[in-house]
């Protein structure tokens, strides 16, 4: 069956504190975005000691508008893109009364009752950043981190910040990977007069008012900024290098994505569940839209129900990639050209982790293989979660990865060894390369009930390895 709302049922409210058990690991979560908040809750109604830091005041992530940690790129129309019942946690449904799609004033809502439901606020130390990850000298990971002024490590009266270093047998990473902007490189040739910004940095169609805008890019923040400038700017240019299949949210007045098929359906039924999806959401080439080389099921899906409306009523231009930049304007391959005085640039961000030194965990080119797109063959230890892109949403993911690696926190799941992992890891790859095509966007790309079947039966099959309660390999 599908992850879907037949599932959800509300786990009993947490009334009492739970203790933490000292005899099992210690742990430390980075971050209190949606995956840190279901890797703090997993670990703590299992006991687990561990702490939680946030490098802001509050938790969310990126969907806290104007988030103080500085690093959230929501903004004021941001949407979620995969319905209510199979974004939310599996024990915990969103609220009958939200729409199909939640606002992200609205997922927040959603955390802060989580958090609450489950009572476990108070292991999240805020205004605490981590600076460095690396393996402790008798196994384990020490981890410095650095609390700014009003944090519970604050010893100063809020004059300075204080830096600490504390050992951990485990690290939870829940950093995000929807930060670090990525810009076009090598830059496009010639000189722009007017302003340039990341889609990042954009946070309302204020930005846009009045202004001739050219937005670079075809996923969602492309296309939801070049919805509100339609109605804000003066003009709008949709540049496009590469076309991708535009799905409509909604179908017959039902989130498409409950029509979900079973994890255990080949994936070349899911991959025509989603041509239809297409056929059903309409053509591209009608409304200017480049057709995509590649099918539906083969990128990440990229999903809109305004954009062919804007785009028929003669409110947006489509172009294809640029050029150059030629002063107050932007030239495209065709040879076109557009006013701009604003260029938005929604080109994806890099796979990042600040904390870590390169020659230990890095992401060339966004890719960084891992076993069951969590664990690193040969970095005992370490757990990332969340660190994939779903062809859904990413917090069911991220719960499933958590109650893992708490499993095998405390003994009642063993990874397999080394060599079968990268066995594993390389099946894997070349399965995703045949299902996606290769770019950076791709290189962590899973489908939503594959996945969550997958992590289910590994569960299983862990549970007949050979148990070591409350270890963690050094």
């Known amino acids: 069956m599908p992850y879907n709302v037949r599932q959800k049922h509300q786990a009993p409210r947490v009334t009492a504190p739970i203790p933490a058990d000292p005899a099992l690991p210690q742990v430390c979560v980075i971050g209190a975005g949606a995956s ?3 890797a703090a809750k997993a670990l703590y109604t299992a006991g687990v000691p561990f702490d939680c830091f946030e490098k802001g005041s509050e938790f969310g992530g990126n969907w806290l508008f104007d988030n103080p940690n500085g690093v959230s790129a929501c903004y004021e129309t941001l949407q979620i893109n995969t319905s209510c019942p199979r974004m939310a946690f599996s024990d915990f449904p969103m609220s009958a009364d939200y729409p ?7 997922v927040y809502a959603y955390f802060r009752d989580y958090v ?16 460095h990850v690396r393996r402790g000298e008798r196994g384990g ?5 650095r609390s700014s002024a009003g944090s519970a490590h604050d010893q100063t009266g809020g004059q300075s910040a204080v830096t600490e270093t504390r050992h951990y047998d485990a690290v939870m990473v829940a950093n995000g990977h929807h930060w670090d902007a990525r810009w076009p490189d090598p830059g496009y040739p010639g000189q722009f007069d007017g302003e340039q910004i990341h889609a990042h940095d954009y946070r309302s169609g204020d930005q846009l008012e009045g202004r001739d805008v050219v937005v670079v890019g075809a996923g969602n923040s492309a296309m939801d900024i070049a919805v509100e400038g339609s109605h804000r700017a003066r003009s709008v240019n949709l540049s496009i290098r590469r076309g991708q299949w535009v799905m409509k949210k909604t179908l017959f007045g039902l989130a498409a994505d409950q029509i979900a098929l079973p994890g255990w359906a080949p994936w070349w039924v899911t991959a025509a569940r989603l041509r239809i999806a297409a056929l059903l959401s309409g053509g591209l080439r009608r409304y200017g839209l480049p057709v995509p080389e590649h099918t539906p099921g083969q990128s990440h899906p990229v999903q809109s129900d305004a954009i062919r409306d804007r785009l028929g009523a003669g409110a947006i231009t489509v172009n294809p990639g640029i050029e150059r930049l030629d002063g107050d304007r932007v030239v ?8 701009a005085d604003l260029i938005v640039w929604a080109t994806g961000y890099r796979v990042k982790f600040p904390f870590f030194d390169p020659d230990l965990i890095s992401a060339e080119g966004n890719d960084l293989p891992l076993f069951k797109r969590m664990v690193h063959p040969d970095r005992p230890g370490l757990f990332f979660i969340g660190l994939l892109q779903p ?5 069911p993911l991220a719960e499933a990865q958590s109650r893992l690696a708490v499993k095998s926190l405390t003994g009642e799941y063993v990874l397999p060894d080394r060599q079968e992992m990268v066995r594993r890891m390389h099946e894997d790859d070349r399965r995703n390369k045949r299902q996606f095509y290769d770019s950076p966007r791709h290189t962590m790309q899973v489908d939503f009930d594959h996945y969550l079947r997958e ?10 390895r050979t148990p070591r309660k409350g270890k963690v390999a050094a």
């Open 36 to 38: 840190g908040l279901a």
């Open 100 to 106: 199909h799609y939640a606002s992200h004033d609205q």
């Open 116 to 131: 609450d439901h489950f009572g476990f606020g108070h292991t999240i130390t805020f205004n605490t950043e981590v600076t």
């Open 141 to 145: 990971w020490d981890v410095d981190i």
């Open 332 to 339: 495209f391959t065709d040879g076109s050209e557009a006013p």
């Open 391 to 395: 062809v859904g949403a990413v917090m």
């Open 455 to 464: 992590l289910d039966r590994e569960t299983r099959t862990g549970r007949q």
